[in-house]
């Protein structure tokens, strides 16, 4: 991977590979356009138009990545009336507490340090690159026999 790679791609058409920079991106699936999933639109703006994006997933066959070849801006896809905010339960939460004990349990401290490290780091990704603020996310940890 080049260390000249940007990252944080810009609103728009990508014509490279987000993680290694490859331009030869292999098409998996057209789904042409499609408006934003989980923006219900109310009752009161049914006949008002709606917004449709390119919906185009990609290959890269150097580092195997998959992506959307269309980035949505951030603050188009988290609206404010958006409706799913993702860690923000009392419930959720505590069944975060309950998997880091089990796994504390199961395998020392390791992994829920881990888990937490993962968590403030996918915080601070939604922050800084879609201006999303959320109190934490939840992270799914598989054991790999
Ligand atoms: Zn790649």
Request: charge should be negative; charged fraction near 20%.
């Amino acid at each position: 991977m080049s260390a000249d790679i940007d990252n944080n791609v810009k609103t728009g058409y990508l014509g490279h590979c987000q993680i290694c920079g490859s331009k030869d991106l292999q098409l998996v699936l057209d789904c042409g356009h499609q408006p934003l999933c989980d923006s219900l639109v109310p009752g009161s703006r049914l006949t008002e138009p709606e917004q449709y994006f390119p919906l185009r997933q990609f290959r890269c066959p150097n580092c195997t990545n998959n992506q959307l070849d269309y980035i949505v801006d951030g603050s188009t896809v988290y609206h404010p009336e958006y409706p799913y905010r993702t860690g923000v339960t009392r419930e959720l939460a505590a069944y975060q507490f309950l998997i880091a004990d089990e796994l504390t349990a199961r395998y020392g401290a390791v992994l829920p340090d881990v888990a937490r490290a993962v968590q403030e780091e996918v915080t601070s990704a939604l922050a800084t690159m879609c201006a999303v603020e959320v109190d934490g996310v939840d992270v799914f940890v598989e054991e790999i026999t």
